[in-house]
């Protein structure tokens, strides 16, 4: 039992995050009675703490288990003074290999915006016609950001329409396995399931391989048998094949050959919404303020704002007070911190100035060549989403008329939506003129 707990530990934590375990786990309010192939029984400290961990984390612990185990788990969940109460293991469809796909992950409990729409659209075309649409899809952005729960998604569509084949696993797990097929002479069977059991492969945090000859080649391998075999492939990682550094140019080149979808950090509306669904699915009252204050200041990471939340919500249930502005500015100052101003007109035109070695004064002026007429409009555009100015205020910092902005504005994104090199660009110049780098 000793040696299971503390892998458990590690598999519960990759599901409910660090503050979660500190809180539930490590304290000791949750602890293991014993562990046996099958089945589990887990003890809490109170009948409150149990309560919680069963409304919020049981999935997550059965899964954990059965992560441990390699097998269905039936988890008896029980308080300190309660006779013990099992809980069934969750149905599982048969399937000729562990999926590892998380179940709470598909395409019901993701939030659409403008920053993921043509990522989700595609996703849902390869889950709706594995092999045939999209071979391979590419799915890249920064980290946090919902390409994991994409990849989940689409597994778990897949299975549930045809009943297994589906894998999914990161490239540190690639890895480990290829590593032990190599100590343990099993290479053949480590490539037969890739050939004969895995109908669709969800291999994420694919940079992870980058300048691992050995494990590149056996990614090749796998990649060369399952597409001639009109198998579906799905990789995520947190750039775009091109670059990943140190990873061999074939891999580059079979990775570019189907569909590349980038995932964006969500404006301050999306933002809101994944926070709202993900309150509610945890039953948190979560007012509008509330949501706005977390999605401002947290809007880059969709994951660092769960984490936000989980804390939120746990600070909830220990102080029995409502969630309120008040009470977030109170407890959790640290991980939320009174809003900075935004930066002013006069700074923006100045950091992007010095961004594109140009004159504050040539963004001003009425000079339109290419090198000053495209960091002008990337400065208006700057200026009203960062800055949140209004045309009018703009104009008279840019010494413009109030149509020459909107037209920059409406110009820069327009081309956005098409061009992930200018996202790219329009990104760091605001992690520039926020003071981030």
């Not at 071979?135 to 569509?157: A, C, D, E, V, W």
């Amino acid at each position: 039992m000793d040696n299971v707990w503390p892998v458990f530990c590690a598999a519960l934590e990759r599901r409910i995050g660090g503050q979660n375990m500190d809180i539930w786990v490590r304290s000791g309010a949750v602890r293991l009675e014993f562990a046996e192939p099958g089945r589990v029984r887990m003890r809490a400290e109170n009948r409150v703490t149990y309560e919680w961990v069963r409304d919020n984390f049981l999935d997550e612990m059965r899964g954990a288990w059965e992560e441990v185990q390699g097998a269905p788990v039936a988890l008896d969940v029980t308080w300190d003074g309660a006779p013990v109460e099992v809980e069934a293991p969750a149905p599982r469809p048969n399937r000729r290999a562990p999926s590892h796909l998380e179940r709470a992950m598909t395409f019901d409990n993701f939030v659409v915006g403008k920053c993921n729409e043509f990522a989700h659209s595609v996703a849902c075309a390869v889950a709706d016609a594995p092999g045939q649409a999209y071979n391979p899809l590419f799915i890249y952005g920064s980290t946090g950001l919902g390409k994991t729960h994409l990849m989940h998604s689409i597994g778990n569509r897949v299975e549930r329409r045809l009943g297994g084949g589906v894998l999914y696993m990161t490239g540190q797990q690639f890895f480990d396995q290829m590593v032990s097929a190599f100590q343990n002479r099993t290479v053949p069977q480590f490539r037969e399931r890739f050939r004969t059991e895995v109908d669709v492969l969800l291999l994420d945090d694919v940079q992870f391989i980058a300048g691992r000859d050995r494990t590149e080649e056996e990614v090749f391998y796998v990649f060369e048998v399952m597409l001639a075999a009109k198998k579906q492939i799905v990789l995520a990682a947190d750039q775009a094949p091109q670059e990943i550094g140190k990873l061999q140019p074939r891999l580059r080149t079979r990775f570019s050959q189907g569909l590349l979808a980038d995932v964006q950090p969500p404006d301050v509306e999306t933002m809101m919404a994944i926070l709202a669904k993900k309150a509610d699915a945890i039953h948190l009252v979560l007012p509008s303020d509330v949501q706005y204050a977390i999605a401002q200041r947290v809007r880059n990471s969709v994951r660092e704002a769960e984490g936000v939340l989980n804390r939120l919500a746990a600070l909830h249930a220990f102080y029995g007070r409502p969630v309120t502005m008040s009470f977030v500015l109170e407890r959790m100052s640290d991980v939320l911190p009174p809003e900075t101003p935004p930066p002013s007109a006069d700074l923006i035109i100045q950091r992007v100035a010095e961004h594109y070695h140009i004159r504050p004064n040539d963004i001003r002026s009425s000079r339109r060549p290419a090198n000053i007429s495209h960091p002008r409009q990337l400065a208006m555009y700057l200026c009203r989403t960062v800055a949140r100015l209004s045309f009018p205020e703009i104009a008279r910092a840019f010494e413009r008329d109030n149509s020459t902005v909107q037209y920059a504005c409406k110009k820069v994104a327009t081309e956005m939506s098409t061009d992930p090199n200018l996202r790219a660009e329009v990104d760091m110049l605001e992690k520039i003129v926020r003071g981030a780098e």
